[in-house]
């Protein structure tokens, strides 16, 4: 009877070992991806990314998520995918563009005047620009976006003239864009997106452009209460991973995680369109002044914008996908003109 138990017991310790094994294995064996991005914790873009996250681990994929620019700006984050520090990461067009300018093409000022007008060049240009980027070493597992991008001031910025008393913000590592905006006899200061709000405390910026989101998650805002009603740029990002991590991932496991990191994109699309009025109303309630924009200061900011397109055009975005972008957006309008007319 004793020799039973004693056999019974050492089974039952092989099975355990045996199990605890297989585990260990298993966690060896799941993938690991490190993912970057500037949203905030909490904020709506966080909880998207947390979603996908509880999803992808159930096909053995794990993503530790840094949120609030907890590894740099963009191109900070794009430098470091690069070297392989991180996997993943969750940028606007200016990080995209670190890997090809053509991205910026969907977020040209003054452009484009509806997100249908956004949506549908986007959709004509992706498949080119997805095989561009994957070329470079990087693929597109969605495109999401922030929102309209409109300017924010200390005082109200009505006209490209109020812009030119302003000193705003403009992204550190794009040269290109800044000597544009100097070349025109305005004052960009050249910053990390992570250090807006400290130098909007001690005067440096009293001026940036951003989406009513973005201006609301980072508590920008306060700082810079007036807002006009410009919607002068839709702000395009998307959700990337390098192809060398990409290429890790066992292939039974991709179709699940390509469904939910679409569903995702779909989600960053919904969510942000009809939470960015919900967000200008809540910085309403916390002292933000939305001015309106008249049309002769409409066309100001049209004319102020559009006349730099020479300059843009070769520098800040290649000529043929800056074209490409102009003619699908004609197409768009040329299509729709007698809805637009009614």
Do not use: C
Request: proline residues 6%; charged residues 25%; aromatic residues 10%.
């Amino acid at each position: 009877m004793a020799h039973s138990i004693k056999k019974f017991r050492l089974m039952a310790v092989l099975i355990l070992v045996a199990g605890l094994a297989q585990v260990s294995r298993a966690q060896e064996a799941a993938v690991t991806l490190k993912l970057g991005t500037l949203a905030p914790k909490g904020t709506v873009w966080d909880n998207i990314m947390q979603d996908m996250g509880e999803q992808w681990k159930t096909s053995g994929v794990k993503l530790q998520i840094y949120p609030g620019g907890e590894l740099g700006d963009e191109p900070d984050m794009v430098s470091k995918m690069r070297i392989g520090q991180i996997q993943m990461g969750v940028f606007t067009v200016v990080g995209l563009a670190q890997i090809d300018k053509g991205v910026q093409a969907l977020s040209v000022p003054m452009m484009y005047k509806s997100y249908a007008e956004s949506d549908y060049v986007r959709k004509k240009m992706q498949p080119m620009l997805e095989k561009q980027m994957e070329a470079k070493g990087f693929k597109v597992l969605n495109w999401g976006e922030a929102g309209w991008v409109r300017f924010f001031g200390k005082d109200p910025i009505m006209t490209p003239d109020d812009l030119k008393k302003a000193k705003f913000f403009v992204w550190g590592n794009d040269t290109d864009t800044m000597n544009i905006w100097k070349s025109a006899g305005y004052s960009p200061i050249p910053l990390a997106v992570t250090d807006i709000l400290p130098n909007l405390q001690t005067g440096l910026i009293n001026s940036f452009d951003t989406t009513p989101l973005s201006a609301l998650s980072f508590q920008w805002f306060p700082l810079a209460p007036h807002m006009n009603s410009l919607k002068w740029a839709p702000l395009v990002g998307a959700t990337i991973i390098t192809t060398k991590a990409w290429n890790k991932i066992p292939l039974s496991a991709r179709p699940a995680l390509l469904k939910a990191a679409a569903a995702a994109g779909v989600r960053f699309k919904d969510e942000i369109r009809t939470g960015e009025e919900k967000a200008i109303d809540t910085m309403k309630l916390h002292g933000l002044v939305v001015e309106d924009v008249t049309p002769d200061q409409y066309d100001q900011w049209e004319k102020m914008f559009t006349n730099v397109y020479p300059q843009i055009e070769g520098t800040v975005i290649p000529k043929d996908m800056m074209d490409l972008a102009m003619k699908y957006r004609n197409e768009y309008r040329a299509a729709h003109k007698e809805s637009a007319e009614k």
